[in-house]
Each structure stands twice: as C-alpha cells, then as structure tokens.
C-alpha cells in the first residue's frame, strides 16, 4: 500500500552459517551474495537499510563436527567463527553485524520461547527417539542419520537437505546410527502446525508477496497433507536450557532450528538499535533445505508471538530461497572434505571477478553448476576483456575529457535500456543476483564495442561514453563494488566503499574531468588471469 519511491526500512539477513567450517562457495553463491548484492541494491534504490546476522552455535552439527576432528565444540565455533568473519570481509559482505550468541541473547530466546510456551502455544508429546544407553543421551537432528521416508536421500533427523522436507528423528528410514540404537520414549514440547493451520492458511492467502517456485511447492506440497508437529524442545544438553517440566525433569533444550527464526528478531533488532521486527519488511535469503522450517515455522511462530503479546511487528516478508550450488558436478560435502573455500577462491581470482561469476552462475531457481575451468573463461571473456578493451580505448581518447553536454540519442537510449536492466534485477519483487551480474556483463560489452568508435570532435557521442561509464558507479555498486569504486576515481568523485551511491543522483553528471580507469589494484587482484 506504499508509494513506490516512500523510502522503507528493509531488513536482509541470511541463514546463520552453523560454525562447523568456513563458508564454501555454495554458501557465497547463495544466500550470503544474494543478501549482501539485496542489502547494498535496497541502498541503492534509497532505502533504509539493516543487514545482519550470527552463528548458529546450538545446532547438533557443532557437536557432531567436533567429535569427528577431535576438538571440543567451543574451540570449533570459535575456529569457525573467525574464519566466517574474515571470509566475509574478503568478499566484501557489508553486515552491520555479525555475532556469536552470547548471554543476552540466550536470556532472549529463552525468554521468548516461555513466553509462548506459558501461553498455551506447545504441546506436550511422547516421542520416540533413538537412545545411546552408554552415553546415557538421546539423539537427535543431526546425530541420527538414515533414509529420507520422502525423497530416500541420505539425511539427518530433522531437515532433509535433499527435498527440504521435515522429518522426526524416528521417522528416517533406518541405515546408520538410527539402526543401531534402541528407542525410547521421551517427553518433549512440540509446535503441532495442524493446530495453527487456519492461521498460517490465512497469512500466506493476505501475503501479496509471490514465493520462487521451490518454496511456493513446499508451501502447496504441506498444506495438502496433515502438518507436521515440530520439536520445540529435545531432552539434550546441548543447546538452550529450559525448566518447563520442573527440576526433577531430565534437561531440555530448546531446537535449534526454530530458535533461528527468533535469533533474525534478535540480531536485526540489535543492528538497528530498535525494537523487535520494526521495520517494513523482511528480507531472508536460504538455501530450499530451509524452506519448510522458514515458511511453516517462522511464520507460526511469528504470529503466535504478536497474538501473545510479545512485541514484534509483523512486517511484509519475503523469502527469496536458493537450489544447490554443485562442484563439478558434485554437492559441497564439508563433511567429506569435497568443497572449495569461499576464501581461498576470493583469494585466487580476486574479489569483484568472483562476486561476478558466482552471481552470474548463482543456483537462484534451480540447481547450478561451478566448474574452475568454465567459471575462469566467463570471468576473462565477460569481465576482463571488455575492461582491458574500454580502458585502453578511454584513457587513450578521453582522458581530460569532461561529461558537459547531453548525451547522443544512442546513448541516452542505451543508457535507459541497461539501467532499466539493472532496476529490474534490483528491485525486491524481481530481484535476482544472476539477472544483475548479466545486466553488468552486457553493459560492459556495449561499453567496450563502442568505446572504440567515439566521435571525439562530437561533444554528445563523448559525453555519451563517459555518462555510460559513469553510470557504473552505482549500477555495478551492489555487484562489484571494487569496480564501482574504481570509476568512482576516475571521476575524482566522492567515494562509495562506505556510502552506497544513490540511483536518484545518476542523472547528475560527474561533476570532474575523466581522468582515466585504474582497473589494477594489487589488493583486489589484478586484472590478468592467473597463471
Ligand atoms: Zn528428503
């Protein structure tokens, strides 16, 4: 109901990383680009904007990784934690923040958590689960494998990675450790969706936001058959505690799946200094194997919460999921050593060519591949070689040159047809990292074909090149900001690498001389390909 230039406040944040490893490229090319390209993109457009997010630090996968490589979890989180913040740097992540959960925040979620709990929202449930009599513990999530009952993939108790559906620690079929252990009955608290179903019915029916495909089917998929009941609680140590069954009863702990959705409120309310949810709208960016706990879970858990007094807001939310992202052909396997490293990649090619060719190839609606070899020809063919041609052909010719007269028709035209290109893949209700990177390649391509064949007694034609190029200053800003900041200097203009350039202020021409293109900075990598 908003005027569509009113500036919002838009929240973006993206699936805390579980701090078992680094991020790999499957992560970067997924949420984690796709949030940072949304955040700096809705600045772009004018907007007000928070982005943050933190460790998933209670997730049984810390404990699980531990075990394997024979470090306690504390010494792996805080490992994973460092790497993560450094990986996210190096790509040029612009987080407002990015924490580890610490002791307010667990008094937070513990809280919230009572609150709800005290209200009536869970249920009470005998469940089966999978008991180690030598360890004298249940198992659950992630130290329960098996057989998906839906899709037959290798999975764990909890979110099937493969098909994103949810299943019960009892549920899998058995191979692996869910065969070898006996079950035994355990009392936990349980959010039984079934119960909430007119309300979850009646949120998605009053939403306008239109869901990718992958997840519009896990919401159509759930809907047709009887919802599940989630683990609210596990009888663990790990993780969140709480006393809900007094303090005779064995120790539970909250599920560190639905504990992400009230770990967003917490974290962007912190980036923003403001109260809960209090902003226009909320943007999440996951990979499909978090759909069914973002679009059955979050959202009941988010209106429970406004029905029981709990002060949230409940503004506009849109879910932009990702597929998997493959190796050669194969899944990222942390667990198998089978990955590439975000930061040894970043590393390699530099940071705006791998920001490129990721958004480029960025699994955003169905499942996509990165090979080294193909991934290197991109970058050289629609990166490198279209800069090395208009920067020879521009510094040679224009330098000294000045944007002073309006620009040729064919370039006014080109000029509105690439920033129509560029908006489209900016704006929330379109928006797409790949439609933006292939915006930016073809922008560049133009730039460097006729970059070569200016008129320079034609004060248009030059005014022309120079307004294209310096249009990338804030159409590639989201993309490639080292790019951006590069024009940005040829111009001698206001630098961008903290303030994000305003689309609003592209008709205003640069106000000095064009001083030439700086394309090699030895610190993002040069502009050659790698021998
Ligand atoms: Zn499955």
């Known amino acids: 109901m908003t005027a569509p230039h009113r500036k919002q406040r838009i929240n973006v944040t993206f699936s805390p990383p579980t701090p078992n490893g680094d991020l790999h490229l499957g992560h970067l090319a997924g949420p984690v680009l796709g949030s940072d390209v949304c955040a700096r993109s809705q600045k772009v457009l004018g907007h007000d904007v928070a982005f943050s997010t933190s460790t998933d630090d209670n997730q049984t996968y810390v404990v699980t990784t531990a075990e394997r490589m024979g470090t306690g979890p504390e010494a792996l989180i805080q490992h994973a934690f460092k790497s993560v913040t450094t990986t996210l740097e190096r790509a040029g992540v612009q987080v ?78 058995p191979s692996g450790t869910a065969a070898a252990l006996p079950r035994r009955t355990a009392s936990i608290w349980v959010l039984d969706l079934e119960r909430y179903r007119a309300q979850i019915t009646d949120w998605y029916r009053a939403s306008d936001v239109r869901l990718r495909p992958d997840l519009a089917r896990v919401v159509s998929d759930s809907l047709a058959t009887r919802l599940p009941y989630i683990p609210i609680t596990y009888p663990s140590t790990w993780g969140i505690a709480v006393g809900w069954d007094g303090p005779d009863a064995p120790a539970q702990a909250i599920n560190a799946w639905p504990e992400i959705y ?49 002060p949230v807001a409940l503004p506009k939310t849109r879910t932009l999921t990702n597929q998997y992202y493959l190796l050669e052909g194969r899944k990222f396997s942390t667990s198998k050593g089978d990955v590439r490293w975000a930061g040894e990649y970043l590393d390699s090619v530099g940071r705006d060519r791998a920001r490129f060719v990721l958004a ?98 034609d004060p248009a034609d030059v005014s022309g090149a120079l307004l294209f190029l310096w249009s990338l ?22 630098s961008v690498v903290e303030q994000a350039p305003l689309l609003a202020e592209l008709t205003e021409p640069p106000a000095g001389a064009f001083r030439g293109l700086n394309t090699r900075r030895p610190d993002h990598g040069a502009l050659t390909t790698p021998s």
């Open 262 to 310: 009230v770990g967003h409120l917490y974290w962007l309310a912190q980036a923003r200094k403001a109260d809960l949810g209090d902003c226009d709208e909320l943007v999440q960016f996951i990979g499909i194997d978090n759909g069914f706990y973002n679009a059955f879970v979050y959202v009941t858990l988010s209106l429970l919460a406004a029905e029981h007094g709990l």
């Open 473 to 494: 200053r804030t159409l590639a800003w989201p993309v490639t900001p080292d790019l951006s900041e590069q024009v940005t200097q040829s111009f001698s203009a206001p």
């Open 96 to 173: 407002d923040l990015f924490e580890r959960p610490d002791a307010a925040y667990t008094e937070f979620v513990e809280g919230f958590f009572t609150h709800l709990w005290r209200h009536g929202a869970f249920d009470q449930r005998e469940v089966e689960l999978p008991y180690d009599a030598e360890a004298g513990e249940y198992r659950a999530e992630a130290f329960v494998t098996g057989r998906c009952p839906a899709c037959l993939a290798h999975a764990r108790a909890g979110v099937c990675e493969a098909c994103g559906g949810y299943n019960l620690p009892a549920a899998l079929l």
């Open 360 to 457: 480029l190839t960025s699994p955003e609606l169905q499942q996509s591949e990165f090979s080294e070899e193909i991934a290197l020809s991109t970058i050289n063919r629609r990166f490198d070689e279209p800069i090395s041609a208009l920067t020879r052909a521009l510094n040679t010719t224009l330098a000294g040159r000045s944007a002073d007269t309006p620009p040729s028709s064919w370039w006014a035209a080109a000029l509105a047809a690439s920033r129509q290109r560029f908006e489209e893949a900016y704006r929330l209700e379109t928006f797409s990292i790949r439609k933006a990177a292939e915006a930016l390649a073809l922008h560049l391509e133009v730039l460097a074909l006729r970059s070569e064949q200016i008129d320079l007694d």
